[in-house]
């Protein structure tokens, strides 16, 4: 799952070692370094960017551009500052949320939901593929063990784009509970994947 990208995993040393290689083919010019980095994670991008914008085509757009930036800058990417996989997702989620923005500035396609929603539900677990279904297991009771207050605010974050102040707003909660119960259900699903408990 993208989360797992995002908080680190104990067991990903062999998967984060062969990114590093092919982003360092990349950087090189060779292009078999780019195809093993689509091929690794293009769906689990895929699935991120499709809960975001709820839109096929534009998910598709992201995914392209995402690798598109990962090839121009492959030469600049720093294995001290993260994973591969992490800056992909990053990259992935940044994206989506430009695009999402830009989108509420225009008016909406009536049948687009209808569709999206679709689309959303035929890509539910196409990310489970990149990890074990023990993985994925883990990090939905992970986030169903937070409870509401602390898993409502880190889902608008991640999936709505939403800044700590937007979710104070439409949670009706003050600015410092949403950046403390934010700090919390990270580090509580941290500990979670770690193989501690929630």
């Not at 797992?4 to 062999?14: I, Q």
């Not at 989620?93 to 689309?119: F, M, N, Y």
Request: charged share 30%.
């Amino acid at each position: 799952m993208w989360l797992l990208a995002v908080l680190g995993r104990a067991d990903f040393t062999d998967a984060s070692a062969a990114d590093d290689r092919a982003v360092r083919r990349m950087a090189g010019g060779d292009g078999s370094g780019l195809a093993e980095l689509y091929d690794r994670h293009a769906r689990l991008l895929y699935s991120l960017a499709l809960r975001i914008l709820r839109e096929p085509t534009e998910t598709e757009d992201v995914l392209q551009d995402v690798f598109s930036q990962a090839w121009r800058q492959a030469a600049r990417f720093d294995t001290s500052r993260g994973t591969v996989a992490g800056w992909l997702v990053t990259m992935t989620r940044s994206r989506a949320l430009d695009r999402l923005r830009r989108r509420k500035a225009r008016p909406e396609d009536p049948d687009g939901g209808e569709r999206a929603s679709e689309q959303v539900g035929k890509a539910e677990g196409v990310d489970v593929q990149l990890v074990t279904n023990e993985e994925a297991e883990r990090v939905r009771e992970a986030l169903a063990a937070l409870g509401d207050d602390l898993r409502v605010p880190i889902e608008l974050a991640y999936y709505q784009g939403l800044s700590q102040s937007e979710i104070a707003a439409t949670l009706q909660v003050p600015l410092g509970t949403i950046k403390t119960r934010m700090r919390q259900a990270l580090g509580r699903l941290r500990e979670a994947l770690a193989g501690g408990t929630v």
